[in-house]
């Protein structure tokens, strides 16, 4: 048959031009794309197909891959068509805080089905307006008036882990910390309790839904039709056949009444009674615009602040756990500081005080460094060229870096994969002499890092101080593997099949 005639049918002539479009897509890609020139395996140059299969089908694994890429290819690779990747220490600081106010790549913001968060937003400006109307809920002024409400919660978890205690019960303490992290972050943004820290094995917390929401995101992701297509299901429907997406829509759900009923003032009276500012009223009620204070867009935004609030704190607090349990060295110099602090182990504790404290300095900056909070790379996009080395990056290329690389990296942390509170004391300085502090980038650095910071660190440092100052543990059948990064889920997880890190409480 001759080559017109084939073309003659539609049909047929609408695949010739798909592929002629490939084509021409691959060439383009390969020899004429303002990428084509920077380091890289041409199957990442000619599509995301390969991020597809290490993210969805090997479960979270990019991350992972990228590092190999940069062993065989060097600092800076284009990992898939459009973006690069940098993997330097020393340049974190140039990415995230001296090239200035950045957008954000607006391909990740579905990851979560929360476009419209403060975290999410892709330009600068936009991102402003709502992190300004943020900053002061999570000042430190505000965070140190909240201590009381940290306390009374860090109070009903002492009472649990005595209960396990003299029932010498198995304490799944990573769930007990998510239910801890879960009750003080939704307190303050609603002036509500689950009671999660009440169940008697703390088996729902709000973990669960976000450890979701960011398992599914690498398909949201590449297949954005996915969670739409999901979201028209019914719920009985859902639950078979996709239980992770039906756990994030049931969370949307959630927050959805929460704010109707502000909104409505049905929450009137728990407000007023309330002893401090609540985060979603304070914005309900503040100077944003109205577009700002639709009902879906702070729905996102309650997402990604509950979210951002449960699984990191709660997550550095188990890993500052395992170590410190399965480390009696460290374990003791921390005990015997806190001893010496706090002769009274059941007074009120307080942040500034716990601050003062080296070790317990040492161990929460250990925490965080260990527990990654964001395993995924974190793209900027810049107005202006980006010079790396030899490279001049064109403007509005996605430039990525990783904080597990920057945290992992041997050269500044030596043992990295150790938990050294100790390597924080007296002003250390790394190989180079620059200070060791520059290279803590846990919380991210410049416009876009952690909004809360200081609900963190009030968390850590007083849950820490309480735990050990009262109780010693002994791990059961838990092991390193349950706390080391093993998926990339944009939060970290350790393998799928672990029990999570579980304790016997030994001594109050
Ligand atoms: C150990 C605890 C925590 C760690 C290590 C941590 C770390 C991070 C990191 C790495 C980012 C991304 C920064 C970037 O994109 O460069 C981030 C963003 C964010 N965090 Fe945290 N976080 C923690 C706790 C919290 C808490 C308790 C809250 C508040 C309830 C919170 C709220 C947020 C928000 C809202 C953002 C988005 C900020 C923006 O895009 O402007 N985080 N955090």
């Known amino acids: 048959m001759a080559i017109s005639s084939i073309l003659d049918h539609p049909v047929t002539s609408l695949v010739v031009v798909y592929f002629v479009y490939l084509l021409g897509l691959v060439v383009y890609r390969l020899y004429f794309h303002p990428l084509a020139k ?25 991350t992972f891959k990228i590092q190999e890429l940069h062993k065989q290819y060097g600092p800076i690779v284009r990992i898939v ?50 992190r ?39 304490l799944p303490i990573n769930r007990a910390f998510m239910a801890l992290t879960g009750e003080v972050v939704m307190e ?34 590449q297949c954005p039709w996915v969670p739409k297509m999901l979201s028209m299901l019914p719920e009985s429907i859902l639950v078979k056949i996709e239980p992770l997406y039906a756990l994030v829509f049931r969370m949307q759900a959630d927050f959805r009444n929460q704010i109707n009923a502000m909104k409505q003032g049905k929450m009137a009276d728990v407000l007023a009674k309330s002893s401090h500012p609540t985060v979603f009223q304070e914005l309900i009620s503040g100077n944003l615009p109205e577009s700002e204070k639709e009902t879906r867009r702070l729905q ?41 602090a706090i002769p009274n182990p059941t007074a009120p504790l307080s942040w500034a005080e ?33 010079t790396y080395k030899d490279w001049v990056i064109p403007p509005r290329t996605p430039v990525s870096m990783t904080i597990v690389d920057v945290s992992d990296d041997e050269d500044i942390f030596p043992a990295a994969h150790e938990f050294r509170p100790e390597r924080w004391i007296g002003s250390p300085k790394t190989k180079d002499g620059s200070s060791l502090e520059r290279y803590f980038v846990g919380f991210g650095k410049g ?27 002994e791990l059961y059948e838990t092991d390193v593997s349950d706390v080391a990064l093993a998926h990339d889920f944009f939060l970290p997880s350790p393998k799928l099949d672990s029990h999570g890190v579980r304790v016997k409480v030994l001594k109050g």
């Open 38 to 62: 920077y380091p890289g395996p041409k199957y990442a140059a000619i599509s995301r197909w390969h991020e597809f299969y290490y993210e969805v089908v090997k479960k979270g694994q990019f």
């Open 81 to 130: 068509p459009d973006e690069l990747h940098i993997q330097d220490s020393e340049f974190y600081d140039t990415v995230y805080t001296k090239a200035g106010r950045v957008d954000k790549y607006d391909w990740m913001a579905g990851r979560f089905g929360c476009d419209t968060s403060v975290f999410t937003t892709g330009p600068d400006e936009l991102h402003r307006i709502r």
């Open 132 to 170: 300004g109307a943020l900053n002061p809920l999570f000042s430190r002024a505000r965070i140190v008036d909240l201590q009381t409400i940290i306390r009374t919660k860090i109070d009903i978890l002492l009472d649990r882990i005595r209960e396990f205690q003299r029932d010498n019960k198995v």
């Open 188 to 221: 303050y943004c609603f002036s509500i309790s689950y009671g999660h820290l009440k169940l008697p094995n703390f088996e729902k917390t709000l973990h669960e839904p976000f450890m979701a929401a960011s398992i599914s995101g690498h398909l949201s992701l």
């Open 300 to 340: 996102d935004e309650a997402q990604l602040v509950v979210a951002a609030g449960v699984t990191t704190t709660g997550w550095a607090l188990t890993v500052a756990t395992f170590h410190l349990t399965s480390n009696p060295a460290t374990l003791s110099r921390l005990r015997a500081e806190l001893e010496a």
């Open 354 to 386: 716990l601050e003062k404290l080296p070790y317990l300095t040492g161990c929460v900056r250990e925490a965080v460094r260990l527990s990654y909070a964001v395993s995924t790379r974190n793209p900027r996009l810049f107005s202006k060229p980006l």
């Open 447 to 473: 416009s876009r890092s952690c909004l809360g910071i200081n609900l963190a660190h009030a968390e850590l440092y007083m849950t820490l101080a309480a735990v050990f100052r009262n109780f010693a543990f």
